[in-house]
């Protein structure tokens, strides 16, 4: 069965970077968009970024432009968020997810498999 699992979250603080890993397995990673979602205290799920099979065609939220990239090693079965320049407003329960079309969508409803997520928290 398909299994997407998540890691490298943790504590740093503002200005730091980070990079997340999500491993996945059960299907033909490279065929598939994937993405990537956070979820704070309280709130929806937001749209991080996403990535079409190939890492030529690539979408993020505005709020992350310019800090994240999105980036995959279909060898390797991986997907990959590196941020950097992280604020405090970056923290939450960053999951990754397989996307259902064929366009690197922000639409949550277009992803139907979800990792359990890896937790950033950024504070001084």
């Known amino acids: 069965q398909v299994q997407l699992v998540e890691s490298g979250g943790g504590l740093v603080q503002p200005g730091d970077s980070l990079r997340l890993s999500c491993l996945a397995s059960?299907?033909?990673?490279?065929?598939?968009?994937m993405g990537w979602f956070r979820q704070q205290d309280g709130k929806e799920r937001e749209f991080v970024a996403a990535?079409?099979?190939?890492?030529?065609?690539?979408n993020y939220a505005d709020s992350v432009k310019g800090r994240f990239t999105i980036s995959r090693d279909n060898a390797e079965n991986k997907l990959y968020l590196q941020m950097t320049k992280l604020k405090s407003e970056d923290t939450g329960t960053y999951s990754c997810?397989?996307?259902?079309?064929?366009?690197?969508?922000?639409?949550?409803?277009?992803?139907?498999?979800w990792g359990r997520g890896t937790q950033v928290t950024v504070s001084s």
């Open positions: 059960g299907y033909t990673f490279g065929s598939k968009v």
């Open positions: 997810a397989r996307g259902s079309v064929f366009y690197p969508s922000s639409r949550s409803d277009l992803y139907d498999h």
């Open positions: 990535i079409a099979w190939s890492n030529s065609h690539t």
